[in-house]
C-alpha cells in the first residue's frame, strides 16, 4: 500500500466514524482505555515497592505498618484494574451496538442511490455483498486501532521506559521480541488480500442455496419437486470451495504462527536470562526483579495478542472493510427536479440491454408520451414490455439513445411522481394500513384508505375499521394471510394511494378474475383521470380503455395506434385479439 493511498483510507475511515455519529463515544473509549493501561502500569510500580519493602521490613530498614500500607496499595492498583476492565468491556459492547446501527444505516442510505439496473449485474450484487460483510468488521478494525493507540501502546511505551531505567539491554531485548513478531505478522496480510474477492461470490451462492431449502418462498415448490437434496449438494459443493480457500489460508497463516512463537519464545528467556545476572550483579534490586519477572509475561502476552491476534485478524479482514468504505464514499448523483403534471415524455432512439446480456431487451424506440395519456404496452412474453416500462419510469437509463422529460433529461429527476403496480409485487409483512401507506412514507389517512379499498376490491371485512386497517398481515410476524387475490388488490391499492402524476401498471390484476378485472380498470380509469398511466397486460380486452396501444416484437414498436384503427387496420395486433378470443370463447 503505497503511503498516499494508506493515508487515503485513514482519511476515509474518519469520514465514516463521522458520518455514523460515534467520534464522541470513541473518544470517551479511549480515555476509557489509558486509565485502564495505567492501571497496568500501576500495578508493576506498587509490585516493586511491595517487594523493595518486604525486603527492607525484613531488614529492619522500615516498619511492618510500611508494609501494610504497600498491600492496600497493591490490592487499591488491582481493583482498579478490574474496575476499568469491566467498564472498557461493557463500553466496547455497547459502542458496537450502536456503531453497528450507524454504519447500516450508511449501507442502506447508499443502497438506496444505486441505480436499479445494477441489480441485474452479478458483479455489482457481488460488491454489495462484500459491503455488507465489510460492515460486520468495520467496528472490529476501529476498535482493534484505538485499542492499539491508547492501549497497547501506551503500556509498551512504560514497560520499554521502566525496563531502560533498570537495564538498558532489557528494553532492548523487548524491541527483539516486538519487531520481528509484528514483521512477520504483517507478512502474513498478503494471505487474505484476494481471500474476500474469491470467497465472496462463493458466500452468496451458498446463502441463495439456504434459502432454496429452508427459505418461506421457496419451501412449497422445493417440497413439491423433492429438490431438497439437489440444492443440499449444491450447497455443499459451493461450501467445499469456499472451505479449501480458507483452509489453505489458514494453513499458510499458522505456519508462520509457529515461526512468531519461537521468536517470542527466545527473547522471553533471554529476558530472564538478563533479569537474573543483573539481579545477581546487585544491577537491580529484588524489588525490580519481582516486579518485572511477574510483569514479563502479561508483556509478551500483550505482544503476542496485539500483534498476532488484533493485528493478525485485522489484516485479515481490513480488505472487507475497504470493500464497505469503498461502497459507501462512492459519490452518486443526485436528481434535482421533480416531476410535474404539463410535460411530455420524448424518446429518441432508446435501447437498453442488461448487463452481461448480448442482446438488447429494447432498441431504436422513438416514442412520444403527451401528459395524462393512457399508454397500453402489449405483446408477447419476451418483448420487452417490462423494460421499457421501466426505462420510461426512469429505473433504468438507457444504454444508447436519451429521454427527455420537459426538455430535460429523464435521469435528472426524482422518481417523486411516480407510482407502480409490478406483477411481481411484495407482500410485506406489515400492517395494512403501513402496506397501504408504505409509498407515502407511511403517511395514512383513513377516509382514502377506505375510498381505494372500496375501488379495487378489497371486500375483507377488516379493512372496514381502524382495527383492521392495524392487523398485522403475513404469517412471518404472526399475522394472518390472505389470499393472492386480496394481496393483489392491496399491492393496486398501494400504487392508488401514493400520490402521482404517472402510474405503472405492469400486470396488476393477474392473480383477480377477469370478471372483476373490468370493473377495477373502469375504476382505475376513472380515478387516474388526467394522469399519466403505462399499462401492462397480456388480456388484449382490457386495453381498449387506453388513449394509444404500443405492440412491441423483439424489444421494437411494431404498432402503435388507438383501438380502433389497430382493428382497422388489420395487423398483428388484431390477430393477437381474435385468438385470445377464440381462446375465451372456447
Known sequence: MSREHFWNRITYLFYVIRQAHIVNELIR?????????????????????????????????????????????????????HVMDGISNCYCEVLALKMSQGLHRML??????????????????????KAKN?????????????????????????????????????????????????????????????????????????DYYEKCISGREYIKETRIWGAEEIFEKKYQVVQEKKNKLWMRAIIKQN???????????????????????????????????????????????FMNKMVSERLGWMTENIGSVNNFINFVIE??????????????????????CYPQAEEQAISGI??????????????????????????????YEPTEGRIEYGGKLLKEYSPEGISAVFQKFNRYHMTLRDNLSIGSQLISDDEKLRAIGKEVDLSFEELQD????????????????????????????RGRYRDHNMIILDEPTASIDPMEESEIYKKF?????????????????????????????????????TWKNLMETGGLFKEMYEEQQQWYRG
Not at 511491595?50 to 530498614?61: H, K, L, P
Not at 447508499?110 to 455483498?129: C, H, M, P, S, Y
Not at 443526485?334 to 435501447?351: A, F, H, I, M, Q
Open 255 to 301: 505456519t508462520i504462527q509457529i515461526m512468531l512463537h519461537i521468536i517470542t519464545a527466545c527473547c522471553y528467556g533471554m529476558i530472564i536470562w538478563l533479569l537474573f545476572v543483573s539481579v545477581m550483579h546487585g544491577e537491580i534490586t529484588l524489588g525490580v526483579f519481582a516486579a518485572v519477572l511477574a510483569t514479563i509475561g502479561n508483556l509478551f502476552r
Open 134 to 206: 465489510g460492515a460486520m468488521f468495520f467496528s472490529g478494525v476501529v476498535f482493534t486501532i484505538v485499542d492499539i493507540l491508547t492501549y497497547y501502546v501506551p503500556y509498551f511505551i512504560f514497560m520499554g521506559w521502566y525496563l531502560f531505567t533498570q537495564n538498558a539491554i532489557l528494553a532492548v531485548s523487548v524491541v527483539v521480541a516486538f519487531v520481528p513478531t509484528a514483521l512477520s505478522r504483517l507478512s502474513s496480510s498478503f494471505l487474505f488480500k484476494d481471500l474476500e474477492e474469491k470467497v465472496a461470490p462463493l458466500r452468496r451462492q451458498a
Open 366 to 395: 422513438h416514442l412520444r408520451i403527451k401528459d395524462g395519456e393512457t399508454i397500453a404496452l402489449v405483446g408477447e412474453n419476451g418483448s420487452g414490455k417490462t423494460t421499457l416500462a421501466r426505462v420510461l419510469a426512469g429505473l
Open 466 to 493: 381502524n382495527i383492521g386497517l392495524n392487523s398485522m398481515l403475513g404469517r412471518e410476524f404472526g399475522g394472518t394471510d390472505v389470499s393472492g387475490g386480496q394481496w393483489q388488490r392491496i399491492a393496486i391499492g
Open 525 to 561: 380509469a376513472q380515478s387516474c383521470e388526467g394522469k399519466t398511466v403505462i399499462l401492462i397486460t397480456h388480456r388484449l380486452g382490457a386495453v381498449k380503455l387506453a388513449d394509444r396501444i404500443i405492440l412491441l416484437s423483439k424489444g421494437k414498436i411494431v404498432e402503435d395506434g
Open 29 to 81: 473509549y479511549s480515555c476509557i482505555n489509558l486509565i485502564y493501561a495505567l492501571t497496568w502500569m500501576l500495578q508493576t510500580l506498587v509490585l516493586q515497592q511491595f517487594f523493595d519493602a518486604v525486603q527492607e521490613v525484613g531488614s529492619g530498614i522500615q516498619e511492618r505498618r510500611f508494609l501494610i500500607v504497600m498491600l492496600v496499595a497493591m490490592g487499591f492498583s488491582y481493583l482498579a484494574y
Open 108 to 129: 442502506f442510505m447508499r443502497v438506496k442511490t444505486i441505480n436499479a439496473v445494477d441489480f441485474e449485474d452479478a458483479g455489482r450484487l457481488n460488491q454489495i455483498e
Open 331 to 352: 459519490k452518486a448523483e443526485k436528481s434535482e427536479y421533480k416531476r410535474t403534471p404539463g410535460s411530455e415524455l420524448v424518446l429518441d432512439n432508446v435501447s437498453f
